[in-house]
């Protein structure tokens, strides 16, 4: 089986929808209220377009995918 590549580390091969929703995660990391809520909310927001992601116990997402 092949490796999937993390797609959140191959900006250039993402769609601008991708995008702008990974940087309202950024904008909300950065301000400090990230947590489980918000990791999951982010990750059915890209579910709708095509995309998932993982996520670890920091709530810090990772292994972002087309599904």
């Known amino acids: 089986m ?3 590549k993390d797609l ?3 900006w250039e091969a993402l769609p601008a929808e991708v995008l702008e ?3 309202r995660m950024n904008a909300d990391n950065d ?3 990230w947590n489980y809520t918000r990791a999951e ?3 059915t927001e890209l579910e709708t377009i095509g ?3 993982d996520y670890d116990l920091t709530a810090e997402p ?3 995918r087309k599904i």
């Open 2 to 4: 092949k490796e999937q």
């Open 8 to 10: 959140f580390n191959d």
């Open 21 to 23: 929703i990974i940087e």
């Open 31 to 33: 301000s400090g209220e």
């Open 41 to 43: 909310y982010y990750k």
């Open 51 to 53: 995309y998932t992601y």
């Open 62 to 64: 990772y292994n972002l």
